[in-house]
């Protein structure tokens, strides 16, 4: 590998964030070594056609040596090309050791790979370390997820949720994501209430043929997102996936608010209740008593002969028998 | 057979699609891979390793998946009870020949787009494998008739000008008494059929209105040049199946189903059709991204579903019910005894479309046996009747 080792001033260095990837080490020993001795394994820089340096490993040594006023450090310099993907390579390796990283950190080392030309062997390598499959659905994901707004990406930074997790939230546009993480963020709702949430207005919308912005949006969400807003966030959790259930199942609504009529008309006694499969799936009723008394017993027969009852009883078995 | 070089409209040859054949190195001495290769033209052929093959199918998009075809063989003899789907929902006892994975054609609804790992069109060569299990199984059942079929994994017929394999299986369940072969497809190149002689072959189409079937069908032929090749074969002494399957409902659904039914019944004798299925749309929930991820435009996932007792999405019930009696009704008014069944239904469905329901899967299956001993008689091979 055709590297170039010297030292160099820390403020001819770029410190370009894209490459960083925090080792979440507690810093004291490291500090306490390099004042003691310096920095003793070299920093390693990306030089880029323009002869700039942009630091590619090394950025703890690099804060503290900036920190304790050091201001040459030994570095290894390395060039775009086969050579930079395999030191890129090295750092990364010698970095998971400390730890494994995050989804949208792989994300961004997917990008570093694409900016310095990573194929063949050496591609295999690295997407062994990042424990990525090579197969091109998950591949696509990845690049979904480049693509994504801010917003999705600090969900995922906040929550660490799997790819498998996410990946249902990569084909919605935009406005529809940034929507949903005004909604997370304002209910705070947890990742499995918000891919709920996603779930539902993703298949309602689907239906509509709307987008899924303007599926949220007609459900009033805008007004519930306001601070201030007093509606408790359980109630707000509720109302908005019944919104949304309405809208992916006006036909079921229909029906089972049409079986709740029907119950309400036949008047059941205290303690008996009528309940059926809300998806309709399941044919039947099933009716259910408390018979604490033996009076509940006659009032539950006595109901069950009534003229009213057997006539909403079977207007209701015809829509869930 | 000659080959159509390439698509042109709606009758062109499935097998047109292909653009590459790999062979599988262990598979080169097997007949059919010979067959296959000297059928194949000008199409581009390569061996692989099974392994170098799996590594190249991993970068395959489902596009270049169905124009490659893998000429390889199964680990086992690839001869199974269908799936089906689990209580309560019925299944007929259908049992499936892998013998392809995977289809040229394109339908936004397919099953296999989430069912199978290879995107590329998998023909098992290893006949003679699964002629000895099927042979097994036929003598391990001698009291019933046994119905098995190429078409669930892939189409019977798609790749019949390059495979010829139709006559392959007409032939060998020829000399099984007790069982039917049904090669269920979308295609209507039947050429090499006519010429084949075999009483216990049955020929079946799925059928779709036309407006389901050029939106959401992709690369299949036309519908009533389905049924016009169904027209042909029934002409040349083969009995047909239909299946209507999946039913998808849409704006209208109601006139064109009718239509369709009348359109049917108007080419095809109903005494020449030993059964008829229907099935609304289903399908596993991970399937839903995948055919909006591919079909971005299908409005199959606009109609409201719910998830089935066995885990699939489906129409609501009643939905479904009103559909199938829809259809049920017309096909009764034309035949009255024509066998009817349901492909993984509710026995609830079953009683209210047609007034009774099997009492299990077994009793479905021995309801084929009666009905197709009733109409047809005896299904023992040799010629037609």
Redesign the interface.
């Known amino acids: 590998m055709a590297v170039s080792r010297k030292t160099l001033s820390i403020n001819e260095m770029r410190f370009n964030p894209a490459f960083r990837f925090s080792s979440e080490r507690d810093p004291g020993l490291l500090t306490a070594s390099i004042r003691e001795s310096g920095i003793l394994s070299p920093l390693l820089l990306l030089e880029d056609a323009a002869g700039s340096f942009d630091l590619f490993a090394g950025f703890s040594r690099y804060r503290i040596a900036a920190d304790l006023g050091i201001e040459e450090t030994p570095v290894r310099i390395v060039a775009h090309g086969e050579d930079s993907g395999r030191a890129f390579y090295e750092a990364l390796l010698e970095h998971l050791c400390l730890r494994s990283l995050n989804l949208m950190e792989k994300v961004r080392v997917l990008g570093i790979m694409e900016m310095l030309g990573v194929h063949g062997r050496l591609r295999a390598l690295f997407l062994e370390l990042l424990q990525i499959p ?3 659905p998950v591949l696509e994901s990845f690049q979904s997820l480049a693509a994504s707004p801010a917003s999705l990406h600090a969900f995922i930074e906040l929550y660490q949720p799997p790819l498998k997790m996410v ?2 939230l990569l ?1 919605w546009n935009p406005a529809g994501l940034d929507l949903l993480m005004q909604i997370a963020d304002s209910f705070q709702l947890r990742p499995v209430e918000t891919l709920e949430i996603a779930r539902l207005a993703w ?1 309602a919308a ?4 709307e987008t899924v912005a303007s599926c949220l949006e007609g459900t009033g969400i805008r007004e519930w997102i306001l601070p201030g807003d007093p509606v408790p966030r359980i109630r707000k959790i509720q109302l908005l996936k019944q919104k949304l259930h309405l809208k ?5 609504s229909e ?1 089972n608010a049409e079986l709740e009529g029907l119950k309400e008309s036949s008047m059941p006694p205290p303690g008996t209740e009528i309940l059926w499969d809300r ?5 039947g009723l099933e009716i259910r008593s408390l018979l604490g008394k033996r009076t509940d017993l006659l009032r539950l027969s006595e109901w069950l002969d009534s003229e009213r009852a057997r006539r909403a009883l079977g207007d209701m078995f015809s ?1 869930a ?1 | 057979m000659k080959r159509t070089a390439a698509a042109s409209g709606p009758a062109a040859d499935p097998a047109s699609a292909i653009r590459s054949i790999w062979v599988d190195e262990k598979v080169l001495d097997y007949p059919l891979t010979r067959r296959v290769l000297r059928n194949a033209g000008p199409i581009p052929v390569e061996m692989l390793s099974s392994g170098a093959a799996q590594a190249r199918m991993a970068g395959l998009s489902p596009q270049e998946g169905k124009r490659t075809l893998f000429l390889t063989r199964h680990a086992g003899a690839g001869v199974k009870s269908c799936p089906g789907t689990s209580d309560p929902y019925l299944c007929c006892g259908y049992r499936v020949i892998n013998q392809m994975g995977q289809c040229p054609m394109d339908c936004t609804y397919c099953i296999m787009q989430g069912y199978l790992d290879s995107p590329c069109i998998l023909l098992n060569v290893n006949l003679e494998d699964m002629f000895g299990e099927i042979r097994r199984q036929a003598a391990e059942n001698p009291d019933r008739i046994l119905r098995f079929g190429t078409g669930e994994t892939g189409d019977s017929l798609a790749l019949d000008s390059l495979t010829e394999a139709s006559a392959d299986w007409i032939e060998f369940f020829s000399g099984l008494p007790n069982t039917i072969i049904e090669l269920k497809t979308k295609s209507v190149r039947i050429e090499n059929l006519p010429g084949l002689k075999s009483k216990n072959t049955v020929l079946a189409w799925s059928l779709n209105p036309g407006e389901i079937a050029s939106h959401e069908e992709r690369r299949a032929p036309a519908v009533p040049q389905r049924i016009e090749a169904a027209g042909r074969c029934m002409e040349a002494g083969y009995k047909l199946a239909f299946h209507f399957d999946p039913i998808l409902s849409f704006p209208g659904w109601q006139d064109r189903y009718l239509d369709l039914v009348d359109g049917l019944f108007h080419k095809i004798d109903a005494g020449r059709i030993a059964w008829i299925s229907l099935g609304t749309l289903r399908f596993p929930p991970h399937l839903q991204g995948i055919i909006r991820r591919r079909f971005p435009k299908s409005r199959i996932l606009d109609e409201e579903m719910i998830r089935g007792l066995d885990g699939k999405m489906r129409y609501p019930r009643p939905m479904r019910t009103a559909m199938y009696r829809l259809v049920a009704d017309r096909i009764r008014l034309h035949s009255r005894d024509v066998f009817l069944y349901f492909c993984m239904e509710h026995p609830a469905v079953w009683e209210s479309v047609l007034g009774s329901a099997p009492a299990s899967n077994d009793e479905l299956d021995s309801w084929f046996t009666r009905s197709l001993s009733e109409r047809f008689g005896s299904f023992d091979a040799g010629g037609h009747p």
Not at chain 1, 248 to 252: D, I, K, N, T, V
Not at chain 1, 279 to 283: A, F, G, M, Q, S
């Open positions: 090579d197969q091109r990946e249902p084909e298949e689907g239906r509509d043929g992916r199942h006006p036909r079921l029906w998806t309709l799936e399941k044919p829509v028998g």
